[in-house]
């Protein structure tokens, strides 16, 4: 059974940073690609980042050079260092698991940027 959690999430001023978490539980977590999407209000969900299972990492332009996306092997988590954080950040985050062809998502984390 996989289980995705998210926290970190918060209200934050602009320009200032925030870490989010996602721990996965089920399976071998070291071979499964793993990403970041947000979902603003009104909008569709976005892809914002991906480290895959042999720690490649991979973007979208709306977040290079802002967002870092990280692995920790050893505790089935994957992170998302946010910097620089804009108002039009604000979205709900979610962590997605792609397992043999499965797309396993987390519940989400609310991001607020706002002063």
């Known amino acids: 059974q996989v289980q995705l959690v998210e926290s970190g999430g918060g209200l934050v001023q602009p320009g200032e940073s925030l870490r989010l978490s996602c721990v996965a539980s089920?399976?071998?977590?070291?071979?499964?690609?793993m990403g970041w999407y947000r979902q603003a209000p009104g909008k569709q969900r976005e892809w914002n980042a991906t480290?895959?299972?042999?720690?490649?990492?991979y973007y979208a332009d709306s977040v290079k050079g802002r967002f870092t996306i990280s692995r920790d092997n050893t505790k089935n988590t994957v992170y998302l260092q946010m910097s620089s954080l804009k108002p039009e950040d604000t979205a709900v985050y979610y962590c997605?698991?792609?397992?043999?062809?499965?797309?396993?998502w987390g519940q989400g984390t609310q991001v607020t940027v706002s002063s």
């Open positions: 997605r698991q792609t397992r043999d062809g499965y797309a396993y």
């Open positions: 480290v895959t299972g042999g720690d490649s990492t």
């Open positions: 089920g399976g071998i977590f070291s071979r499964y690609n």
